[in-house]
């Protein structure tokens, strides 16, 4: 699934490619480099709690 949700439903962002997360983000006027964020909290710190991830 790299499809872009466009309602307001619940996304697991690790369904997401990293371009299609960019995409997710930037349609929320969110910053490209937020995208990297994520997806080093995710996938190199094994971190899913967004209050838990502190440079967000």
Known sequence: ???IPENDQRVDLKDLSPDALVEF???MGKEKFRAVQILR???QRNVT???AMTDL
Do not use: P, T
């Open 1 to 3: 699934m790299n499809e």
């Open 25 to 27: 983000l930037s349609g």
């Open 41 to 43: 909290w995710i996938y």
């Open 49 to 51: 709690d967004f209050s």
